[in-house]
T-cell receptor, first 114, second 114 residues
């Protein structure tokens, strides 16, 4: 059982659609992360939030828009995506950005762009 | 920059021991982690070792750390078919400005032959 829950587990969308991915953590953590996992590539860190403030944005295209309304919830809003955006999107949380404690991951959302 | 290297594939027979190797470059690593990813799931924290330790044993898992050579290994004794998964090595190190950064390898796909 994971303390980080992601919904939906699978999402198929067209390039002109708008959708959102949701992540919720029940661990009392203060930092949350979005990662992209594509086939045959290392995990790519997309965004980092610490205490609801975005502290890192690793050159991610603006068609991905994160939102962190509170320390337990993280969203990734998607619009006008491209076929190369098809991937597994993983959410993670950790105690804090200033801690060397491990990150805990959700099961991901498998995104397919038609 | 930081880099974590792993071999991409490992195949072993059921009942044998598996050894997954990892090398890293950041000498300021504080913790090193092993994550397991089963098909269709997220990353599950399997075990970890603090950088001032040489070895850690946890049931069938043994982690060995050679800090001088920056080499980490994960040994799985009596490998079972349920151990088939992708194993990620990750290091966490201080990245400045009061923050820690987690760097992942590309993952080693372990296949267990019955």
């Amino acid at each position: 059982e994971t303390g980080v829950t992601q919904t939906p587990r699978h999402l198929v969308m067209g390039m002109t659609n708008k959708k959102s991915l949701k992540c919720e953590q029940h661990l009392g953590h203060n930092a949350m992360y979005w990662y992209k996992q594509s086939a045959k590539k290392p995990l790519e860190l997309m965004f980092v939030y610490s205490l609801e403030e975005r502290v890192e944005n690793n050159s991610v295209p603006s068609r991905f828009s994160p939102e962190c309304p509170n320390s337990s919830h993280l969203f990734l809003h998607l619009h006008t995506l491209q076929p190369e955006d098809s991937a597994l999107y993983l959410c993670a949380s950790s105690q804090s950005r200033q801690s060397n404690q491990p990150q805990h991951f959700g099961d991901g959302t498998r995104l397919s762009i038609l | 920059g930081e880099d974590v290297e792993q071999s991409l594939f490992l195949s072993v027979r059921e009942g044998d021991s598996s050894v997954i190797n990892c090398t890293y470059t950041d000498s300021s690593s504080t913790y090193l982690y092993w994550y397991k990813q089963e098909p269709g799931a997220g990353l599950q924290l399997l075990t970890y070792i603090f950088s001032n330790m040489d070895m850690k044993q946890d049931q069938r898992l043994t982690v060995l750390l050679n800090k001088k050579d920056k080499h980490l290994s994960l040994r799985i004794a009596d490998t079972q078919t349920g151990d088939s998964a992708i194993y990620f090595c990750a290091e966490i190190a201080y990245s400045g400005a009061g923050s820690y950064q987690l760097t992942f390898g590309k993952g080693t796909k372990l296949s267990v032959i019955p």
